[in-house]
Nanobody
Framework: QVQLVESGGGLVQAGGSLRLSCAAS????????MGWFRQAPGKDREFVTH????????YYADSVKGRFTISRDDAKNTVYLQMNSLKPEDTAVYYC??????????????????WGKGTLVTVSS
């Protein structure tokens, strides 16, 4: 069982930056590949980014490529999402998710085993 708690959301102007954190419980954090998804009002939850167990592989949605960076610190049981050049269309609740084992179909909501409760990011124009 893994519990995930996101933090770092808030209100930012377009072009600004935010860094989200996701703290995981348990001593087996390194055995999970980790991802971020987001859900805007009235829309389905969508894939944002994913990082492998080793941290050696990362994947991004086309909409955030070049602007967002995912990283992990296994010593702190934490995964981060650095978001730069934010746009109003990035406004959403951002969810951290964990998948036991390899990355698999990391871009699918149903592939993830554990979820946090989310943190709201609002980007004003």
């Amino acid at each position: 069982q893994v519990q995930l708690v996101e933090s770092g959301g808030g209100l930012v102007q377009a072009g600004g930056s935010l860094r989200l954190s996701c703290a995981a419980s348990g001593r087996t954090f390194s055995s999970y590949s980790m991802g971020w998804f987001r859900q805007a009002p009235g829309k389905d939850r969508e894939f944002v980014t994913h990082i492998s167990r080793s941290g050696g592989s990362t994947y991004y949605a086309d909409s955030v490529k070049g602007r967002f960076t995912i990283s992990r610190d296994d010593a702190k049981n934490t995964v981060y999402l650095q978001m730069n050049s934010l746009k109003p269309e990035d406004t959403a609740v951002y969810y951290c998710a964990a998948r036991g084992g390899n990355s698999g179909r990391y871009y699918r909501v149903e592939s993830m085993d554990y979820w946090g409760k989310g943190t709201l990011v609002t980007v004003s124009s």
